[in-house]
């Protein structure tokens, strides 16, 4: 059976290079959800070599509750379906319990057939990095296999001739920012988990605080890390502020004890502004 997208962990969701292995439990101790990468962070020549060192550490029993109590805790990211890679790391992961796989590059549902055709229970993350992934995002949302999407921007900008995804001042270019809100809403729309993209300057912790709490506060389910540091610091944008849940908790208070529409610090509460609240409390419980 396939993993639930309730079944991910989050906010904090963390890249490691698969050719490390020393990192992967130092991985999961820091982040809420890991994600072995046996893609950009391996050099072509250290593929094989990386996939010998998941093999074993998915063989080692100490790391086999891991690997089937929480499942879509560990996620390997594979080579593209185009790549020449991808066959080998087929093999591999067939030999293994790796119950979540990245799928990077995606740009069709049949990118995913493909994928399913060689492990049929995975749960798909699928990444959507390049122009035509983002407009197809929505039929790549609908398959049945896919639990959550993710988008990437600096190889959607280089897709589409592009020089860099972000203005001098590090905000998102226009571009960037619709191919964020696409694959956002139609994650959502198909009921699937989404994650934002990295934040490449891991030494700047007041720009990642802020593309963080503006992740959570658009909806994005999680946020990609790709050092521990970053961690922490994207749990702590999404966690509500006691102001917010004070917030919540007196208006619906207000709603509960009114009889018809409700009023609250001058505001008239309608149903969307009740959700609001819901969604912040619910996230005291998840975090």
Request: include cysteine.
């Amino acid at each position: 059976m396939i993993p639930s997208k309730s079944a991910l962990a989050g906010p904090a969701i963390l890249f490691c290079p698969a050719d490390r292995p020393d990192r992967y439990r130092k991985a999961l101790e820091r982040a809420d959800s890991v994600i072995v990468d046996l893609e950009d962070a391996v050099t072509p020549e250290q593929k094989q070599a990386a996939r010998d060192h998941l093999r074993e550490w998915c063989e080692d029993p100490r790391n086999h509750s891991i690997l089937t109590t929480d499942p879509v805790r560990f996620i390997v990211r594979v080579n593209s379906p185009s790549s020449d890679f991808f066959v080998d790391d087929m093999e591999t992961l067939r030999s293994t319990p790796v119950r979540a796989v990245m799928l990077p590059k995606t740009e069709s549902p049949e990118d995913v057939d493909r994928l399913i055709a060689e492990l049929p229970e995975v749960a798909v993350v699928a990444l959507c990095e390049s122009a035509a992934g983002v407009a197809r995002s929505l039929d790549i949302a609908r398959h049945p296999a896919v639990v959550a999407m993710m988008w990437g921007a600096e190889d959607l900008l280089a897709s589409i001739g592009g020089l860099s995804s972000r203005l001098p001042d590090g905000r998102y270019r226009d571009v960037a920012r619709a191919a964020r809100g696409t694959v956002l809403l139609h994650a959502a729309a198909c009921g699937k988990a989404s994650i934002d993209s990295i934040y490449t300057n891991y030494s700047d912790t007041v720009g990642l605080a802020e593309e963080a709490r503006d992740a959570s506060g658009s909806g994005f389910t999680l946020k990609a890390c790709i050092h521990p540091t970053q961690c922490e610091i994207v749990r702590e944008a999404y966690a509500p502020t006691p102001e917010e849940i004070r917030y919540a908790r007196e208006l619906l208070a207000a709603v509960n004890e009114s009889r018809g529409a409700a009023s609250f610090r001058g505001t008239m509460v309608d149903d969307p502004l009740i959700r609001h609240a819901e969604n912040v409390l619910r996230r005291t419980r998840t975090l």
